[in-house]
């Protein structure tokens, strides 16, 4: 079964400083991965996806996540912090069932903090 | 295009008492998931529909449980409530694309159940 490990329940930035959110998946198969991001009091909203093309991929909001095959990782990372980035993050694998089905696992969430 | 939307936004319960929770999907999404989300353990996958029948099924007791209608929207019950079960409850949809699934989620803003 897949899985995913986030290293760092909290990470605390400076205002412009580099961001970098760990993320660590298990998977038999080469896997779909997500980022979501959660502010306070809202559901979760897609930041980026790989999805077997280019393993650098760009979200939104200046983000990006580069999959590394060779490390099991998809790492979040952001050149430079804003105080709006303060929120949940959350790293997703794909679970593939059987018709071409698919459920999400997550991992445990980062909570990022950005401080003057 | 509307997004997934889910009522109520609160919901105040007291122990023994059941909750029911409603989510419409976007518009010709065929998939409704449901998550809890309880304060320190991240995102817990709780149920899985698709075209009406539940695919599949996260690691929770049977007091929860739920159902999607012809139109696609889904309700969640939850009886018997016990304190634990006070969480924010994550309903998301996704198309359906056959063996191109990647998995991704589009997530309503949650129902806040308090049980007393």
């Known amino acids: 079964a897949q899985s995913v490990t986030q290293l760092g329940s909290h990470v605390s930035v400076s205002e412009g400083a580099l961001v970098l959110l760990r993320c660590n998946y298990s998977?038999?198969?080469?896997?779909?991965l997500f980022w979501y991001v959660q502010y306070p009091n809202q559901g979760l909203q897609l930041l980026l996806k790989y999805t077997s093309a280019a393993t650098l991929v760009k979200g939104i909001n200046g983000f990006e996540a580069e999959f590394k095959k060779s490390e099991t990782s998809f790492h979040l990372t952001k050149p430079s912090a804003h105080m709006s980035d303060a929120a949940e993050y959350f790293c997703a694998v794909s679970e593939m069932f059987s018709g071409g089905y698919n459920k999400l696992i997550f991992g445990a969430g980062t909570r990022l903090a950005v401080h003057p | 295009e509307a997004g997934v939307t889910q009522s109520p936004t609160h919901l105040i319960k007291t122990r023994g008492q059941q909750a029911t929770l409603r989510c419409s999907p976007i518009?010709?999404?065929?998939?409704v998931y449901w998550y809890q989300q309880a304060l320190g353990l991240g995102l817990q996958f709780l149920l899985w529909?698709?075209?009406?029948?539940?695919?599949n099924r996260g690691n929770f007791p049977p007091r929860f449980s739920g159902r999607q209608f012809p139109n696609y929207s889904s309700e969640l019950n939850v009886n018997a409530l016990e304190l634990e079960d006070s969480a924010l409850y994550l309903c998301?949809?996704?198309?359906?694309?056959?063996?191109?699934?990647?998995?991704?989620?589009?997530f309503g803003e949650g129902s806040r159940l308090t049980v007393l």
């Open positions: 529909y698709d075209e009406g029948e539940e695919r």
């Open positions: 998977s038999s198969v080469p896997p779909y």
């Open positions: 518009s010709g999404h065929t998939s």
């Open positions: 998301a949809s996704s198309l359906n694309l056959g063996p191109y699934n990647t998995g991704e989620l589009f």
